[in-house]
């Protein structure tokens, strides 16, 4: 028999005789292998991230540990969710839990793993100097192990790859900054950690001695919960703040977070981490973390590329980094923006910075106004009336389709670009919004109580620029909202006055316009003699300037007064006029639709439900194809006749408008609620 030995074993004996005792140095018996923190005293949410960690927990591995990165903002909760899961799974691995705290680059690869080696058993003067030596030697005491390691705050995530452990029983777990998304390839589970939802946020602040003010002030902690962006570290200090100030009420806190130093102060250490994170990105990079704090808005890459005056190459590679480094997130729609708190903090490092705020966002406005007079112009009839004529060169970039995905998209940031340019004075550009992008946007979608806003927006600045014709302009357009949404008493208040004004302005073209808008506002109130003397009269001035789309408008809206009257013969004449003449714009499909409505809608008050089944099905066909709302009442009114000849399908119809009908909050909801209910 040799003195030679073969094969893998944590302990071997190599000797001839032995007298005395036997003893074995760095047994794991001896190990300090319980390090983990204590778990979270008051944990909410975070269901969904809890279930993939216990999702990757179970994947079958063999020879290589498992291993998940919990990344996020400074102070969303990484390390409280590591800890608390961690606990949840202890019993798991039998041979123990190690855990390290990187300290966001304070410590390095080669401390890591001499504490790891220490703590497994090994004596310190067994342990290399060299970091590849420490790391060689931990993956061979951690083979075949069960062991949980939890490395917090680390700064290199390559770093985690070299000490992963060669077990498929063990699991590795780490926190950091950088999102896990560059770890995939090695195997790694990335989770991004988002703020708590609002619900969740109140129920933290309840679980920690706040309840009864909770309860008592649910209006002023939601105003908290969203001063604090739903971080669980802006949370904790207001929770601390509140219990020591026990006269303050939370709406004092509120007030408390509304001076920005004494938030700063407040929430120093969240800011902290903040400042050392920008501190660590380029010159380019921390002036675009600064402009999208300032702006506050989820943005496409060109709009940042705008903002910051740069390529669009470059604008995607700095978002890159900074989305690496999770200070900002991508949305499904490709859009970049930073969380609440996070936005506060940006915006506050442009003071230190020539970073010319002003200038940026002036070019992030006329970037909007080009690209949503260009999506206007797709949606809708390029030679529609609008006071602002925007000079637009080359050839429009959307097809209908594209230009009305982005309107959809893009309809909190015209929103958000209406209350930037009417913050700067640049009242131009909100008129120019308001009456192209996102009034072509109301006629697909209804967003009301955003474009009643917006309008009221528009309107002062016109009145500040002095010119009755953009205000003529926004006050109709304002009086049809109002119209649809039944304000009529409004509604023909703001009419009147911009019809006065197109009157004292001179100006044919709006006040056509304005009588129209004018006119619906008559018809809706029941005054329909009254309205058909607006249509005509509007009429009368779109045939002396020659245009003839504008007297189709003007003769459909005439037909539908008369069939209001019971005058359905005439009504029936008239809309046929209208029809034809509409036909010289077949790139004009929406007209085409409406006036086949409203010529059902005669049909059927003379009885001829059959016609008007014709007519409607042939509307709802092509509405379909290009509008939501607009569908809505060809469905209504083709269940109305369904009902009369007892044919099947009024039901489904009646759904389907509902529902187009509550998605845009529209009174039309209880009306079509109603016949369901009558059956």
């Given at each position: 028999m040799g003195n030679e030995f073969r094969g893998t074993a944590r302990s071997v004996v190599q000797a001839g005789v032995i007298n005395g005792d036997l003893h074995f140095?760095?047994?794991?018996?001896?190990?300090?292998?319980?390090?983990?923190?204590?778990?979270?005293?008051?944990?909410?949410?975070?269901?969904?991230?809890?279930?993939?960690?216990?999702?990757?927990?179970?994947?079958?591995?063999?020879?290589r540990a498992g291993c998940a990165v919990i990344s996020g903002v400074s102070g969303v909760g990484k390390s409280a969710l590591a800890v608390h899961w961690s606990h949840r799974v202890r019993e798991g691995f039998a041979d123990g839990q190690v855990a390290f705290d990187f300290g966001l680059g304070l410590r390095a690869l080669g401390e890591a793993a001499e504490h790891c080696l220490r703590s497994l058993g090994v004596a310190g003067e067994r342990i290399p100097r060299a970091t590849g030596d420490r790391v060689a030697m931990l993956r061979s005491w951690t083979k075949d192990r069960k062991l949980l390691f939890f490395f917090d705050n680390v700064a290199e995530l390559r770093d985690v790859v070299q000490l992963l452990p060669a077990s498929g029983e063990s699991f590795?777990?780490?926190?950091?900054?950088?999102?896990?998304?560059?770890?995939?390839?090695?195997?790694?589970?990335?989770?991004?950690?988002?703020?708590?939802?609002?619900?969740?946020?109140?129920?933290?602040?309840?679980?920690?001695?706040?309840?009864?003010?909770?309860?008592?002030?649910?209006?002023?902690?939601?105003?908290?919960?969203?001063?604090?962006?739903?971080?669980?570290?802006?949370?904790?200090?207001?929770?601390?703040?509140?219990n020591r100030r026990t006269s303050w009420t939370i709406a004092r806190a509120v007030r408390e977070l509304s001076d920005r130093s004494r938030?700063?102060?407040?929430?120093?250490?969240?800011?902290?981490?903040?400042?050392?994170?920008?501190?660590?990105?380029?010159?380019?990079?921390?002036?675009?973390?600064?402009?999208?704090?300032?702006?506050?808005?989820?943005?496409?890459?060109?709009?940042?590329?705008?903002?910051a005056d740069l390529t669009e190459v470059d604008a995607d590679t700095h978002l890159a980094e900074l989305h690496r480094t999770c200070l900002v997130e991508e949305n499904d729609q490709e859009q970049f923006l930073l969380h609440d708190l996070v936005a506060v903090h940006a915006a506050e490092t442009l003071d230190?910075?020539?970073?010319?705020?002003?200038?940026?966002?002036?070019?992030?406005?006329?970037?909007?106004?080009?690209?949503?007079?260009?999506?206007?112009?797709a949606v809708m009839e390029p030679t529609r009336l609008r006071v602002v004529d925007d000079d637009l060169a080359g050839e429009n970039p959307f097809t209908r389709e594209q230009a009305l995905e982005w309107l959809r998209a893009e309809r909190v940031n015209l929103l958000g670009m209406v209350r930037l340019a009417a913050e700067s004075g640049w009242h131009v550009d909100v008129i120019a919004l308001c009456d192209g992008p996102l009034w072509a946007l109301h006629n697909q979608d209804k967003?009301?109580?955003?474009?009643?806003?917006?309008?009221?927006?528009?309107?002062?600045?016109?009145?500040?620029?002095?010119?009755?014709?953009?205000?003529?302009?926004?006050?109709?357009?304002?009086?049809?909202?109002?119209?649809?949404?039944?304000?009529?008493?409004?509604?023909?208040?703001?009419?009147?006055?911009?019809?006065?004004?197109?009157?004292?302005?001179?100006?044919?073209?709006?006040?056509?316009?304005a009588l129209e808008f004018q006119g619906k506002a008559l018809h809706a109130s029941g005054e329909f003699d009254a309205a058909i003397g607006n249509f005509q009269r509007a009429r009368q001035l779109n045939e002396e300037l020659g245009r003839q789309r504008g007297m189709a408008i003007q003769e459909y809206l005439t037909g539908t007064s008369l069939a209001a009257l019971g005058r359905h013969a005439e009504a029936l004449q008239v809309l046929a006029e209208a029809q034809d003449r509409i036909a010289q714009f077949p790139e004009d499909r929406r007209l085409p639709s409406r006036i086949r409505v409203a010529t059902a809608r005669a049909h059927q008050a003379l009885g001829q439900h059959e016609l008007a089944i014709t007519l409607l099905r042939g509307a709802v066909e092509a509405t379909r194809e290009r509008s939501s709302f607009d569908l809505a009442e060809p469905l209504e009114l083709l269940a109305d006749s369904l009902v009369a000849l007892g044919q099947p399908g009024a039901q489904e119809c009646l759904e389907e408008a509902l529902e187009i009908y509550q998605q845009a909050a529209s009174p039309g909801a209880d009306r079509v609620r109603a016949k369901l209910s009558a059956g």
């Amino acid at each position: 028999m040799g003195n030679e030995f073969r094969g893998t074993a944590r302990s071997v004996v190599q000797a001839g005789v032995i007298n005395g005792d036997l003893h074995f140095h760095g047994d794991p018996g001896g190990a300090d292998l319980g390090q983990l923190p204590a778990p979270p005293l008051h944990f909410v949410d975070r269901e969904a991230p809890l279930a993939e960690l216990d999702r990757v927990l179970g994947e079958q591995r063999r020879g290589r540990a498992g291993c998940a990165v919990i990344s996020g903002v400074s102070g969303v909760g990484k390390s409280a969710l590591a800890v608390h899961w961690s606990h949840r799974v202890r019993e798991g691995f039998a041979d123990g839990q190690v855990a390290f705290d990187f300290g966001l680059g304070l410590r390095a690869l080669g401390e890591a793993a001499e504490h790891c080696l220490r703590s497994l058993g090994v004596a310190g003067e067994r342990i290399p100097r060299a970091t590849g030596d420490r790391v060689a030697m931990l993956r061979s005491w951690t083979k075949d192990r069960k062991l949980l390691f939890f490395f917090d705050n680390v700064a290199e995530l390559r770093d985690v790859v070299q000490l992963l452990p060669a077990s498929g029983e063990s699991f590795v777990l780490c926190t950091s900054h950088h999102d896990g998304a560059e770890l995939v390839a090695d195997g790694a589970r990335p989770i991004r950690l988002e703020p708590l939802g609002a619900a969740h946020a109140l129920d933290y602040l309840r679980r920690n001695g706040l309840r009864e003010r909770v309860d008592a002030e649910p209006a002023a902690a939601a105003e908290l919960v969203a001063a604090c962006g739903g971080l669980p570290i802006a949370l904790h200090v207001m929770i601390g703040l509140l219990n020591r100030r026990t006269s303050w009420t939370i709406a004092r806190a509120v007030r408390e977070l509304s001076d920005r130093s004494r938030r700063r102060r407040h929430f120093r250490e969240a800011f902290s981490e903040l400042d050392l994170a920008v501190e660590q990105l380029s010159r380019d990079e921390a002036r675009l973390y600064g402009l999208l704090g300032r702006v506050g808005l989820a943005l496409p890459v060109g709009a940042v590329a705008a903002l910051a005056d740069l390529t669009e190459v470059d604008a995607d590679t700095h978002l890159a980094e900074l989305h690496r480094t999770c200070l900002v997130e991508e949305n499904d729609q490709e859009q970049f923006l930073l969380h609440d708190l996070v936005a506060v903090h940006a915006a506050e490092t442009l003071d230190a910075a020539d970073a010319r705020p002003d200038d940026a966002v002036r070019r992030l406005v006329a970037w909007y106004r080009q690209q949503g007079a260009f999506a206007d112009r797709a949606v809708m009839e390029p030679t529609r009336l609008r006071v602002v004529d925007d000079d637009l060169a080359g050839e429009n970039p959307f097809t209908r389709e594209q230009a009305l995905e982005w309107l959809r998209a893009e309809r909190v940031n015209l929103l958000g670009m209406v209350r930037l340019a009417a913050e700067s004075g640049w009242h131009v550009d909100v008129i120019a919004l308001c009456d192209g992008p996102l009034w072509a946007l109301h006629n697909q979608d209804k967003h009301y109580s955003d474009t009643l806003a917006a309008l009221v927006v528009a309107i002062d600045s016109a009145v500040a620029l002095e010119d009755p014709v953009a205000e003529a302009r926004m006050r109709s357009l304002r009086g049809q909202l109002l119209v649809e949404c039944g304000e009529l008493d409004e509604a023909r208040a703001e009419c009147a006055q911009a019809v006065a004004v197109a009157e004292r302005a001179g100006h044919r073209r709006v006040l056509a316009s304005a009588l129209e808008f004018q006119g619906k506002a008559l018809h809706a109130s029941g005054e329909f003699d009254a309205a058909i003397g607006n249509f005509q009269r509007a009429r009368q001035l779109n045939e002396e300037l020659g245009r003839q789309r504008g007297m189709a408008i003007q003769e459909y809206l005439t037909g539908t007064s008369l069939a209001a009257l019971g005058r359905h013969a005439e009504a029936l004449q008239v809309l046929a006029e209208a029809q034809d003449r509409i036909a010289q714009f077949p790139e004009d499909r929406r007209l085409p639709s409406r006036i086949r409505v409203a010529t059902a809608r005669a049909h059927q008050a003379l009885g001829q439900h059959e016609l008007a089944i014709t007519l409607l099905r042939g509307a709802v066909e092509a509405t379909r194809e290009r509008s939501s709302f607009d569908l809505a009442e060809p469905l209504e009114l083709l269940a109305d006749s369904l009902v009369a000849l007892g044919q099947p399908g009024a039901q489904e119809c009646l759904e389907e408008a509902l529902e187009i009908y509550q998605q845009a909050a529209s009174p039309g909801a209880d009306r079509v609620r109603a016949k369901l209910s009558a059956g």
